[in-house]
Every structure is written in structure tokens, then in C-alpha cells.
């Protein structure tokens, strides 16, 4: 009877343990088996919130597609929120927890990281490069935040937006989310730049907006591939599924503008669209900007062979990549892990909150880290221009093909061409293919 006791107490203990961690809710796991470039860099990291106004912007919501259409479309001052990653003074002190809303809309709870709340910034001789995050459809600026994070921590300021009619509080209208994400992310370009050169903000001389990188996930994808250059087709715009009163022409092909230069790539993360027919070949071929691509081989939201990798076969005039996980779903290493909290049933959504952000097949964090590390090497290549990045970017097409040989001396062999950064036995499951323009 005793021995049993203490098996229970021990065994209590170690699962009260175990939760506690768990409860902790980490979005800066690093797991051992996490690629090179996964790690965090040498810079601390502030975050900080900040409340924009896109002023005389269509008021989606007041649409009624059911009456005329009116001589005026209504007009609103459209509210952003927008989370600011950045390196920061080292040692600085502060809270280290972001307090989200989760997938039910109801439930706030506490993500543990890295960044200390309103640092302040550490300015360097150069500007930062910057990168903008833009979520899915419903989500919210911090649904990416372990990837937000990470990347600031190497030399980048990060901004990542709610969309409005777009979070978990705010769901809407899928007509506002399609007409106004493209719009969304630019105009947080926008503001941003403005703000790097106002003597007064925060971010004056902190970041180089002309050096910018967009960063999407599926509806978030979808505006991304539109803003790398790619116009929706005619019969998409036009389609009585399409928002009210012809709203989407803006972004149509032939009538949306120019990619914005301030853009230099663009990744999608499992980007929506391609799969209802939003784009065509002859569209895809207006990107011109170097593109990855990352996707599940089972994504049944946007469609893979169907969707994200026929947007990536498509981008002919441009160089771009595509990073799958296989057998992985549509939240393949974008979205966080799951908060603890969102493990219940929620009657009102009809579903386990938590399997908005699991994977039946792969661990988040594994995700997380692997899409860390190659989308550091990305960045750093196009924003930073490190040509050592090649290395981690020109790799054998299937990771179970690699082959491990390394002589006495650690070094490798002839036969060595294992993917580069990952640890022996680690690089498995996946597939990297790249295509040149032209292709």
C-alpha cells in the first residue's frame, strides 16, 4: 500500500509538472531536434502594440447585396491593430507575456515569449528591414507570433495585423476579408514608413520599409500573392460569389496596380484562392518578386496540388520556392501551438477549439521550428542579401532521400548532401523544390 502511494504522489507530481509547462502556453519552444537556423538571434527583443485608421474605406458591412446598388458606397474609418516585434536594449526588463483571444472569441489568454513589453528599440547605424505578417480567416496578429518573434530577434522589425471583420472577435463577412486584406497590407506599409521618418515616433530611424518583406497565411496568402503581383481574374471578380457591387474589381487583373517595390518577396504560407478560382496561369505569370511557398501535401482549405502548388508552378517570371510538409493539413508551420485553454468543446462553433491549431499528423513546434528556420534563410537572402543563405535553400528535393556521410573529422563526404542545418536522422518528411524564372 505504501510503495503505491508513492507511485501516485510521484506520479501526480510528474503530470502536475507537465501541465504546469504545458499551461505556460510557449510560442519560443525550441525543440532539440530544431533546425540550425530555427535558433534565436543575437538581439533582444521588445514588442509593442499600436492602433491605426485607414480613413474613407468601403464599409463591407454595410453592403446589402439583396438591394440596388446605391449611388454612394458607404464609407468608414477602418481600425487596424498592428503588434510591433523589434530588437531591443539589451537586458530590458517588462512583461513577457502576450494576452491573446483564442480561436472562440471569448477566452483571452496569456502566450509566453521573449519580447519584453514596450522596450525600447535598439537602433542601429543601418535601418532595420521589415517585415509585415498578415493572418488567416478568423485569427489575429498573433496566431504567427512564435514567427514573429523569432525573426526579430535577428535584425528585423515585425508587424503583424488584425483585420478587421477578419479576428476571432470581429468575424464577420468573408466579402470584407477578401476586398480588404490586399488593402490591409499595404496600408500598414504605408504607416510604417511614414512613422520610421516622424522624429517623434518610435520607430524613427528604427526600420527601412523600403527593404520589406510580406508575410501571409491563407487569407493572409491569398492578399500576398495578390500584392506580389498577381490580379484576380475577371470572372472571379465578377462572380455573383464575389462582394457586392463589383467591390473586388479593385484587385482585378488589368486594373489593380503595379506590385509595390517596397515589396522585395513575399512568402504564403498554405494561401487561399487558387483553388476557387481566383487566379489563372495567365494572372500568376504578373509576379514577378522571388516567392516561398509553404503547404501541407493534405491541405484540404486551400487545396494543395489544386492550390498552393499550382500557384507556385505558376509564378513562371519569377524565382520562387516551395517548402511541403507531408501529410500535414492547412496549418503547416504557421500556426502557433495550440493554447491549453482552447482544448474543450465550444458549442457555438460546433468543434474542439484546439483543432484550429493542431495537426493530426505533425507536432506544432516541430512545424514552427522548421518553417523558422527557412524562413530566416529566405529573409536573410533577399533582405539581408547573405549569399551563405544558398546553402540552407539549394537542397536535394526530398529530405528521406539525404544521405549522411561524414569522415572522422566531422566533416562531410563526397555522398554527404543531407539538408543543411538539420541534424543527423531530423531532416524527414518534407520536400524543397525550387523553380527559376522561366520555369
Known amino acids: 500500500m505504501i510503495k503505491k502511494s508513492l507511485v501516485f504522489f510521484y506520479t501526480a507530481v ?56 446605391p449611388t454612394v458606397l458607404p464609407r468608414y474609418e477602418r481600425p487596424l491593430t498592428v503588434e510591433l516585434w523589434y530588437p531591443a536594449v539589451k537586458n530590458s526588463q517588462g ?30 547605424k543601418q535601418a532595420y528591414p521589415l517585415v509585415l505578417i498578415s493572418h488567416g ?26 483585420h478587421t471583420d477578419s479576428t476571432y472577435r470581429t468575424r464577420a463577412a468573408f466579402a470584407s476579408t477578401l476586398v480588404n486584406r490586399p488593402i490591409d497590407q499595404l496600408f500598414v506599409l504605408d504607416q510604417i514608413e511614414q512613422m520610421s521618418a516622424n522624429l517623434t515616433s518610435f520607430l524613427y530611424a528604427l526600420v527601412n520599409a523600403k527593404n520589406s518583406a510580406l508575410i501571409g497565411y491563407s487569407m493572409g496568402g491569398y492578399g500576398a500573392v495578390i500584392n506580389a503581383g498577381a490580379g484576380v481574374t475577371e470572372l472571379a471578380a465578377n462572380s455573383p460569389q464575389s462582394p457586392a457591387f463589383a467591390t473586388l474589381t479593385r484587385h482585378q ?15 504564403a504560407f498554405a494561401p487561399w484562392g487558387m483553388n476557387y478560382g481566383m487566379w489563372n496561369a495567365n494572372t500568376l505569370q504578373e509576379i514577378s518578386k522571388p516567392m516561398l511557398f509553404i503547404a501541407g501535401s493534405q491541405d484540404d482549405v486551400s487545396g494543395y496540388e489544386n492550390g498552393v502548388r499550382a500557384i507556385w508552378q505558376g509564378v513562371k517570371n519569377a ?11 492547412h496549418n503547416a508551420g504557421a500556426v502557433m501551438p495550440a493554447p491549453e485553454e482552447s482544448f474543450v468543446f465550444d458549442k457555438d462553433l460546433g468543434f474542439n477549439v484546439s483543432e484550429h491549431y493542431i495537426d493530426a499528423v505533425w507536432d506544432s513546434a516541430r512545424m514552427n521550428n522548421i518553417a523558422q528556420h527557412f524562413v530566416t534563410a529566405w529573409l536573410n537572402k533577399y533582405l539581408k542579401h547573405n549569399e551563405a543563405m544558398d546553402d540552407y535553400l539549394d537542397l536535394i528535393e526530398n529530405s528521406n532521400d539525404g544521405v549522411w556521410a561524414m569522415d572522422d573529422a566531422g566533416e562531410p563526404k563526397k555522398e554527404h548532401n543531407y539538408w543543411q542545418g538539420f541534424k543527423k536522422r531530423t531532416a524527414k518528411g518534407l520536400r524543397f523544390e525550387t523553380l527559376d524564372e522561366g520555369q
Request: proline share 7%; net charge positive.
Open 319 to 329: 524565382q520562387r520556392s516551395l517548402l511541403t510538409y507531408d501529410n500535414a493539413n
Open 95 to 124: 512583461k513577457t507575456t502576450l494576452d491573446a483571444y483564442i480561436r472562440d472569441g471569448k477566452n483571452e489568454v496569456q502566450l509566453h515569449g521573449k519580447a519584453v513589453r514596450d522596450a525600447a528599440p535598439l537602433v542601429n
Open 14 to 69: 510528474a503530470i502536475g509538472t507537465l501541465n504546469s509547462a504545458w499551461a505556460e502556453n510557449r510560442i519560443d519552444t525550441q525543440r532539440p531536434d530544431a533546425p540550425e537556423l530555427a535558433a534565436y538571434g543575437p538581439y533582444a527583443i521588445g514588442v509593442k502594440t499600436i492602433a491605426l485608421v485607414n480613413p474613407n474605406q468601403i464599409d463591407m458591412l454595410a453592403l446589402d447585396p439583396s438591394q440596388p446598388k
Open 137 to 162: 480567416y478568423p485569427g489575429n496578429r498573433y496566431l504567427l507570433a512564435h514567427l514573429a518573434e523569432n525573426i526579430a530577434s535577428k535584425g528585423y522589425v515585425v508587424a503583424s495585423i488584425d
Open 253 to 267: 487583373t488589368g486594373k489593380k496596380p503595379q506590385a509595390d517595390s517596397r515589396l522585395k518577396t513575399v512568402i
